[in-house]
């Protein structure tokens, strides 16, 4: 099979298997070598598109649902294209559905594509009827995190680093980081850049939210190892790290947590406690995560965790107090 091009992404894949098909649609006995050249790809390449082509279709997958194409590279016919080789005819349902996409995409993609979302807005628009849709047009002012990401993405671009000021929330403090950018990414609602950071000397994930005064620097940026390994699903690798999973209780008012940690939260107790489950990757993070959210967050085990909490809770206090100090116990046992 042809090795897919560098730089071609998902959305680039999606618009070229249409045009793809709609040529082929149109030009019934072509041959791969002739859309290639009218479309710009090599004919190894058309031919894998043909075949992804050929299993794909509308809901239900039965026969007559799927696109049907014979795909002879001497002579292309598309026999049923399940109506892709036509400009779609949206009912006000599906338009306004769609404008709700593009509403939460227009502010996770690049400024020139975000024009792209939002001209696209403006023709699908008419044709919800009266659905109300927030307007895609950005305010005057950005808010830090979208001036953040609009530095990220114009430094991806151009291939060039990034310096920021990021906080880092497990030891409270502020520092000026210069980045090269590998791989910008959304997961469970944040936005998250993975780039080479040149004063620790390592590539690390470094959240929007958390970036102040952007600037794009004139240095090249530097490739970052594992950028384009990444797993979408679990791009911090927590299912491979943790060790163990430790459950705990939250206040219902401290749900905000699970934006800064990876907690899962299960859902609400009779006594208006969150239930949620919390990755252990390393234990100190996890004992000193705890800790510092001790007044809004209770560890129901495991018992290991547990001990390892009580000792540092202890040591915490007999350094106050001179040695002797309560011994401070976890909810659980097991």
């Not at 959305?11 to 249409?18: G, H, K, N, T």
């Not at 004919?43 to 299993?55: A, C, K, R, V």
């Not at 306004?96 to 024009?115: N, T």
Request: overall charge negative; glycine content about 8%.
């Amino acid at each position: 099979m042809a090795k897919k091009p560098a730089g071609r992404d998902a959305l680039e894949d999606l618009s070229l298997a249409l045009n793809v098909l709609a040529y082929f649609a149109n030009h019934e006995g072509a041959t791969v070598f002739e859309a290639g050249e009218e479309l710009g790809v090599d004919g190894p390449d058309i031919q894998d598109i043909l075949w992804e082509l050929w299993t794909c279709g509308v809901p239900g997958y039965a026969h007559g649902d799927l696109i049907d194409l014979d795909p002879d590279p001497r002579a292309v016919t598309v026999i049923n294209p399940q109506g892709l080789d036509r400009p779609m005819r949206l009912t006000p349902f599906e338009a306004a559905m769609l404008l709700v996409v593009l509403h939460d995409v227009v502010d996770s993609v690049s400024p020139r594509a975000a024009g792209a979302v939002r001209s696209a807005a403006g023709k699908i628009a008419p044709l919800a009827g009266g659905a109300a849709i927030d307007d895609l047009d950005a305010g005057d002012e950005p808010g830090p995190e979208e001036a953040a990401r609009t530095a990220v993405v114009e430094a991806l671009e151009g291939s060039r680093r990034i310096a920021v000021t990021y906080y880092t929330a497990s030891s409270d403090r502020r520092s000026r980081r210069e980045l090269s950018p590998g791989r910008l990414l959304n997961h469970d609602g944040g936005q998250y850049l993975f780039a080479h950071d040149h004063d620790a000397g390592e590539a690390r994930w470094f959240k929007l939210s958390r970036m102040a005064d952007p600037e794009v620097l004139d240095a090249p940026a530097e490739p970052v190892a594992g950028a384009d390994d990444i797993d979408e699903a679990d791009p911090f690798e927590l299912k491979d790290k943790a060790g163990e999973t430790a459950r705990v209780r939250i206040r219902r008012e401290a749900a905000w947590l699970a934006d800064y940690a990876p907690i899962d939260v299960a859902g609400e107790a009779a006594d208006g406690w969150l239930e949620a489950s919390l990755p252990v990757a390393r234990r100190e993070w996890a004992t000193r995560f705890l800790l510092e959210n001790g007044d809004r967050i209770a560890l129901a085990g495991p018992i290991g965790l547990a001990r390892a909490v009580d000792d540092a809770a202890r040591a915490a206090l007999e350094a106050y107090s001179g040695g002797d100090s309560p011994t401070p116990t976890a909810e659980g046992s097991d």
